[in-house]
């Protein structure tokens, strides 16, 4: 997932873990992850990868559920918000009238 810190791990990692304690490992990451990217969907899927074995873990866990529609969101082809070009907005047209400069580090 996009939104992972690639150093989440480290502090939960520790020589000898057991299956159970890997698998809440890396659903703590991705967790993480889905938590701090909403592109990231909804559901952590895990793969148990051993000697001579794959096991898939679908979903291992789902940390939101999506909610149902309540109406119709179908709309005809050829539907538009804009009727002409004359209704948009050209984006040189647009000022910035708040700015906030987050450090990355």
Do not use: W
């Not at 909610?67 to 179908?74: A, C, H, K, N, V």
Request: aromatic residues 6%; glycine residues 10%; charged residues 30%.
């Amino acid at each position: 997932s996009s939104g992972i810190n690639a150093e989440y791990g480290e502090d939960g990692y520790k020589v000898g873990m057991n299956e159970e304690e890997a698998k809440k490992l890396v659903r703590d990451a991705i967790r993480a992850g889905i938590v701090n990217d909403l592109g990231s969907g909804s559901n952590v899927d895990i793969t148990v990868i051993k000697q001579g074995s794959v096991q898939q873990f679908r979903p291992y866990e789902v940390i939101c559920k999506k909610s149902e529609r309540q109406g119709d969101y179908t709309f005809p082809a050829g539907t538009t918000a804009v009727k002409s070009s004359h209704d948009m907005v050209p984006f040189s047209a647009l000022r910035v009238t708040d700015e906030e400069v987050m450090e990355i580090s």
